[in-house]
């Protein structure tokens, strides 16, 4: 059974660095067909996609965030770790780690299944 | 940057068909996906590839494509159905995933 779980602070401050981690259990992260890509939600709004890493590693990130994220894994630990600086309020969100299946070519890949998710609040 | 376009929402009776698109321009060249998600819970995929069914996602649930716009089609709608449903899809180039504004399925 494939499972994912985030795990990080649920509050943090203006202007601080939030550090989320993801552990994941049933497959692995060297699998070739595999990865991890994080995802976020405010509240009462849309998915927006953020980062993802494969299993050789490379990384890809949103265009509108790529200067404040970096993903990382570690593939003996089963965890692939997220963080974003200079965080604002309005970067309040339940934050999802998901396992991506990679398909054939590039972009076809997809989000299944998910992590259930950790709520970050950004306040003062 | 790229976008998808959902409907924001959508309504049906029981037992009738729902249809929810999603428009993009990259449609033609990448596939797209849909998840389901109820509040409170994380989302789960029903439609991969366009047009494929995830094991344990019930029949009436079936994917489309045509030029630049997928459908999720939702045939004999049941009350468990209602819930945001998100088409995700990525850029022409295929590196960057994108997800649609989402679609509140509603049953009357």
């Known amino acids: 059974q494939v499972t994912l779980k985030e795990s990080g602070p649920v509050l943090v401050k203006p202007t601080e660095t939030l550090t989320l981690t993801c552990t994941v259990s049933?497959?692995?992260?060297?699998?070739?067909?595999?990865?991890v890509s994080w995802i976020r939600q405010p509240p009462g709004k849309a998915l927006e996609w953020l980062a993802h890493?494969?299993?050789?590693?490379?990384?890809s990130y949103s265009t509108s965030l790529k200067s404040r994220l970096t993903i990382s894994k570690d593939t003996s630990k089963s965890q692939v770790v997220l963080t974003m600086t200079n965080m604002d309020p309005v970067d309040t969100a339940t934050y999802y780690c998901?396992?991506?299946?990679?398909?054939?070519?590039?972009?076809?890949?997809?989000?299944?299944?998910w992590g259930q998710g950790t709520l970050v609040t950004v306040s003062s | 940057s790229y976008e998808l376009t959902q409907p924001p929402s959508v309504s049906v009776s029981p037992g009738q068909t729902a249809r929810i698109t999603c428009s993009g321009d990259?449609?033609?060249?990448?596939?797209a996906y849909w998840y389901q998600q109820k509040p409170g819970q994380a989302p789960v995929l029903v439609i991969y590839?366009?047009?494929e069914r995830p094991s344990g996602i019930p029949e009436r649930f079936s994917g489309s494509s045509s030029g630049t716009t997928v459908t999720l089609t939702i045939s004999g709608v049941q009350a468990e159905d209602e819930a945001d449903y998100y088409c995700?899809?990525?850029?022409?180039?295929?590196?960057?995933?994108?997800f649609g504004g989402g679609t509140k399925l509603t049953v009357l």
């Open positions: 590839k366009d047009s």
């Open positions: 890493i494969f299993s050789n590693d490379e990384k």
């Open positions: 049933g497959f692995s992260l060297s699998n070739a067909r595999m990865g």
């Open positions: 998901a396992r991506m299946r990679v398909g054939a070519a590039a972009g076809n890949n997809w989000f299944d299944p």
């Open positions: 995700q899809s990525a850029d022409s180039s295929g590196t960057h995933e994108v």
């Open positions: 990259a449609l033609p060249k990448q596939y």
